[in-house]
T-cell receptor, first 117, second 110 residues
């Protein structure tokens, strides 16, 4: 149980285009999902917290107009990188939090490698 | 401000050579301390959650322990397939978000 998927796993795009990344909880309902970014040989940096049916909460320094998050259902959250530039190239990882009394853990997706040319 | 510090940054072991990874933390009201394993190019894989000082959990060759200031991940007789980055994270206060340490890159050589 507790499987989280991401799509796509890898994307290469031209500078200025927008890219959408999907995060799905496959076998549980996630009241909260989180989006992280990870640069090579660095740890995970939380970008934003996404709650179903409400606006995302962004961490300090993360541009909310550039990284659009939509948590439309209890099993799906999307991250859209708008007008992507080479400095946005990174490994984006989502996690899902079941929010039940039996789980306090977050379960992570496999990640999406974004390369902006 | 909540902080998590992991040491060492990198560790090289021979197969069968046991060792420990350290995670020291400063948080206001610990709700949980989490250990994850991350392989290159993949998302973190959940290993353990610890909630209170004195708690211990085991899984195969791994054992996690917790005190009021730090956690240890003990690796007994490691194998090459244990090579990965091990991440420690804390959850504090009324928030569900995790604060991660920088990780320890473990390499186990045959």
């Amino acid at each position: 149980g507790a499987v989280v998927s991401q799509h796509p796993s890898r994307v290469i795009c031209k500078s200025g285009t927008s890219v959408k990344i999907e995060c799905r909880s496959l076998d549980f309902q996630a009241t909260t999902m989180f989006w992280y970014r990870q640069f090579p040989k660095q740890s995970l940096m939380l970008m934003a917290t996404s709650n179903e049916g409400s606006k995302a909460t962004y961490e300090q320094g993360v541009e909310k107009d550039k990284f659009l998050i939509n948590h439309a259902s209890l099993t799906l959250s999307t991250l859209t990188v708008t007008s992507a530039h080479p400095e946005d190239s990174s490994f984006y990882i989502c996690s899902a939090f079941p929010g039940s009394t039996s789980y306090n853990e977050q379960f992570f997706g496999p990640g999406t490698r974004l390369t902006v040319l | 401000e909540d902080q998590v510090t992991q040491s060492p940054e990198a560790l090289r072991l021979q197969e069968g050579e046991s060792s420990s990874l350290n995670c020291s933390y400063t948080v206001s009201g610990l709700r949980g301390l989490f250990w994850y394993r991350q392989d290159p190019g993949k998302g973190p894989e959940f290993l353990f959650t610890l909630y209170s000082a004195g708690e211990e959990k085991e899984k195969e060759r791994l054992k996690a322990t917790l005190t009021k200031k730090e956690s240890f991940l003990h690796i007994t007789a490691p194998k090459p397939e244990d090579s990965a980055t091990y991440l420690c994270a804390v959850q504090s206060g009324g928030y569900n978000k995790l604060i991660f340490g920088a990780g320890t890159r473990l390499a186990v050589h045959p």
